[in-house]
């Protein structure tokens, strides 16, 4: 096709610069939606939110839940940290991310405008210094949020808050699991506790709420795999990360399906499964994981799964100079939101 003068009389004509000039049906629908007159809202202006999606004020003691969809939620606690803290700030940090979203080209859709989202605030913690309580706290917030038919996807804080939100999601039957990670975090107690960082899925598992067969670990990698013999003995699958190369993503997906079926999932994403050249604002941090584009693809090739629940955790600011660690989880957060919309629990909960 030859570039001439009337190719582009045509373009001129096609694209005269009219607001809200969009001409695909795809893209058309999603700008109808964002976009009011010839502007749509200024990412840098107005209260900070996770992912820009409307806030809600709750009243934990009668929370009022109506209408949403999926309640987004923080999870500031780092009580059950075995190395560097600070992830109690990591809700804080992916409020402050300005620019994620509003469309989800890959999964075609906006979700903070296709389905019913609020940000309903942080978990009512009654005190900073005792993690069981801090757990107590976050499995009864979670708890109200299901049994008003929406679905909780929460942003810690660091791994041991999963161990909670999973004793209130899968208390009715035991949940399926898929957890992107660098570490299993099936290890057993130690320093007279197993309220910590690095045992939430063993303590699911034994608690009833987790089903091992299916749960499937992606991303594991370090010097701790002498502490994860729990994953294996219980029927897990685990793909170490440096087996991801030969495997390759598509394979991982397939697999991850196979494992959770059909049933009801919960997907936990800890930050540090992302190497450290790319998301290095965490506390256990471990080289030769995946890369970012790695992990887009791994969660958007979720799309349909039962999904139930999820997390982002394990971002830590303090150590992320540039941000990036926070715009990748603020970023996986939002591809997690994007894939509730596909979920059959989305529909069944209304």
């Not at 049933?263 to 790319?278: H, V």
């Not at 090739?301 to 830590?316: M, P, Q, R, S, Y």
Request: charged share 20%; aromatic share 6%; proline share 7%.
């Amino acid at each position: 096709m030859v570039w001439d003068a009337e190719r582009l009389k045509a373009l001129r004509e096609k694209y005269t610069g009219k607001p809200g000039e969009t001409y695909d049906p795809r893209y058309a629908r999603v700008a109808a939606r964002i976009f009011k007159g010839s502007t749509r809202a200024a990412p840098f202006a107005g209260m900070p939110t996770l992912l820009s999606a409307p806030a809600r004020s709750i009243d934990w003691n009668a929370p009022d839940l109506s209408d949403l969809d999926v309640a987004l939620l923080g999870m500031p606690m780092d009580l059950g940290v075995t190395n560097r803290p600070g992830s109690r700030f990591g809700p804080r940090a992916l409020r402050a991310i300005e620019r994620i979203g509003p469309y989800n080209e890959a999964l075609d859709t906006a979700p903070v405008h296709d389905i019913s989202v609020a940000d309903v605030g942080d978990v009512p913690f009654r005190g900073r210094f005792r993690l069981e309580q801090s757990h107590e706290d976050i499995e009864r917030t979670v708890a109200a949020i299901i049994a008003a038919g929406v679905l909780p996807l929460s942003v810690g804080g660091d791994h041991s808050i999963t161990h909670p939100v999973l004793r209130a999601v899968g208390a009715e039957a035991p949940v399926g699991l898929i957890h992107i990670d660098a570490h299993c975090d099936t290890g057993a107690p130690f320093d007279d506790t197993k309220f910590h960082h690095g045992g939430p899925f063993r303590n699911a598992v034994l608690d009833g709420v987790l089903d091992p067969t299916r749960t499937i670990q992606i991303g594991i990698r370090g010097s701790s795999e002498y502490l994860w013999e729990f994953s294996r003995d219980s029927g897990m699958a685990v793909i170490d990360a440096k087996d991801i190369a030969g495997l390759g993503i598509p394979a991982i997906i397939e697999t991850a399906r196979q494992v959770v079926g059909d049933g009801p999932t919960y997907l936990s994403f800890d930050i540090d499964s992302i190497d450290p050249a790319f998301a290095p604002g965490t506390g256990t941090p471990e080289v030769g994981g995946l890369t970012s584009r790695e992990a887009l693809a791994l969660v958007r090739g979720l799309k349909g799964l039962n999904l139930v629940g999820g997390d982002v955790v394990e971002v830590a600011p303090q150590y992320d100079a540039t941000t990036n660690t926070a715009q990748l989880g603020a970023q996986m957060l939002f591809e997690i939101l994007s894939l509730m919309v596909f979920s059959p629990a989305l529909k069944k909960s209304k």
